[in-house]
T-cell receptor, first 117, second 112 residues
Framework: EPEVTQTPSHQVTQMGQEVILRCVPI?????FYWYRQILGQKVEFLVSFYNNEISEKSEIFDDQFSVERPDGSNFTLKIRSTKLEDSAMYFCASSGGQPSPSTDTQYFGPGTRLTVL | GDSVTQMEGPVTLSEEAFLTINCTYTATGYPSLFWYVQYPGEGLQLLLKATKADDKGSNKGFEATYRKETTSFHLEKGSVQVSDSAVYFCALSDQGTDKLIFGTGTRLQVFP
């Protein structure tokens, strides 16, 4: 069964450093997402991406964050200058958008645990 | 704005007990409703969903019915197993948007 994969599984970085989290969505999917879950808190939407552009983003997704689909298979989340409060589990998700993006299932990856020291 | 409220955990049950995890929502439009499950050390997996009022989603013995009148989507299972131990998340996706809004999650622990 196709699945979403994410690398690395755990990333440790120093405050102020840049990190890139990588995801390989399911191959025929068109809609891509990043969510995060701070330890003990709820899963929060960060950004959605369709047709090579951001379709929606949350207040959390400020100028420090960016997303890219560099090669047609990978989907990346970059945090330009990490802060302590960026420590969280980051989940990538993808969907086919059928019959509509709001009704279709989003398939989640296993997550990348980011620890900012 | 849209939101999801689900019961606090942990929920602790003996094997073969009946399970209910309550979920209520607030939405401006006509949302789709989802239950996701997270097993230890794994990502989120869709358990079931319902996209319109009175729809019942079901999978692996779990069921939930989309109740528009009570804005609820409670998860039920008639007889839980130890292997059902996980965190369960209720979520919605409103019309015109595809972002998922999650509840806080409910940890279920099932003992033999």
């Amino acid at each position: 069964e196709p699945e979403v994969t994410q690398t690395p599984s755990h990333q440790v970085t120093q405050m102020g450093q840049e990190v890139i989290l990588r995801c390989v969505p399911i191959s025929n999917h068109l809609y891509f997402y990043w969510y995060r879950q701070i330890l003990g808190q709820k899963v929060e939407f960060l950004v959605s991406f369709y047709n090579n552009e951001i379709s929606e983003k949350s207040e959390i997704f400020d100028d420090q964050f960016s997303v890219e689909r560099p090669d047609g298979s990978n989907f990346t989340l970059k945090i330009r200058s990490t802060k302590l409060e960026d420590s969280a589990m980051y989940f990538c998700a993808s969907s086919g958008g059928q019959p509509s993006p709001s009704t279709d299932t989003q398939y989640f990856g296993p997550g990348t645990r980011l620890t900012v020291l | 704005g849209d939101s999801v409220t689900q019961m606090e955990g942990p929920v602790t049950l003996s094997e073969e007990a009946f399970l209910t995890i309550n979920c209520t929502y607030t939405a401006t439009g006509y949302p789709s409703l989802f239950w996701y499950v997270q097993y230890p050390g794994e990502g989120l997996q869709l358990l079931l969903k319902a996209t319109k009022a009175d729809d019942k989603g079901s999978n692996k013995g779990f069921e939930a019915t989309y109740r528009k009148e009570t804005t609820s989507f409670h998860l039920e299972k008639g007889s839980v197993q130890v292997s059902d131990s996980a965190v369960y998340f209720c979520a919605l996706s409103d019309q015109g948007t595809d972002k998922l809004i999650f509840g806080t999650g409910t940890r279920l622990q099932v003992f033999p």
